[in-house]
């Protein structure tokens, strides 16, 4: 690569890191007018317009980098990512068949993790989800801290084999590495918070509940939630006004995965 343009993409991920998404797109968008090693800067600028929640412009520059090297499957992890955060199912999953068929191995693992998960074979995804955690990974291409979302990812597996203890703990380890990234903070507290009811620890879980519904206040799944944990806890007041909430939002509002 093109040192000025590692120096400039370099700059842009620190920026990016710090959450200064301003000073990350200019440093980018200075990579970008140098005109070489444009694979990478597309990749940059696609994952500053995801964590700002820019889908379209997230989506622009993952199909340019896709054009630029159709054998990577970078792109194409990222797009799923992107796909994931606009609940467009049928895309996000063929841009993990994708990644799983390309040649940088720990993308292909954690390709094949989520590719398991959906197929329901939770143990088989926590084994590639782990096999992806041994894998060094050079972090400027990817939109957030990818370790937590895997640690995020083997929760959800766990808390689906009903093995809670270990999911806390890795919904634990998702919750503090991901605190910034908002689209994906209110399902690691619900997720979190169940868990902790599952466990008997329901201060806990209300606690993570009222975060999820105060970051996501259609959050209907998270609403019930709390509901269910205040009745447990003999507060009915609390879960009767909550459960008209409840009745408010329809089944159908999103909330994120």
Partial sequence: ?????YDMLLSSWTAMNQQNF?????????????????????????????????FDEAHFHYLKAQELDPR?????????????????KQQEMHCWTSAAGKEDG????????????????????????SD????????????????PWIYYMMGKSLF???????????????EEGLRSQLPLQPRVYYLLGRTKWHLGKNKEARCLFEHAVQLLPEYRDAWMGLVRTEMRLGLFRAAYAHFLRVLELSEERPHPD
């Fill in 1 to 5: 690569m093109d040192k000025k343009v």
């Fill in 22 to 54: 301003h000073s990350a797109s200019q440093f980018a968008n200075e990579a970008l007018e140098i005109g070489s090693d444009l694979f990478d800067v597309h990749l940059q600028l696609g994952n500053i317009g995801l964590v700002t929640d820019r």
């Fill in 72 to 88: 990577s499957n970078k792109p194409d992890y990222n797009l799923a990512l992107a796909y994931q955060r606009k609940r467009n």
């Fill in 106 to 129: 720990h993308i292909r693992a954690v390709a094949h993790g989520v590719l398991a998960f959906e197929a329901k074979q939770y143990k088989q995804a926590l084994g590639f989800f």
């Fill in 132 to 147: 992806a955690l041994l894998w060094e990974v050079e972090e400027l291409y990817l939109p957030y801290a990818e370790n």
């Fill in 160 to 174: 689906n084999l009903k093995q809670f203890a270990d999911a806390e703990q890795y919904f634990e380890r998702a």
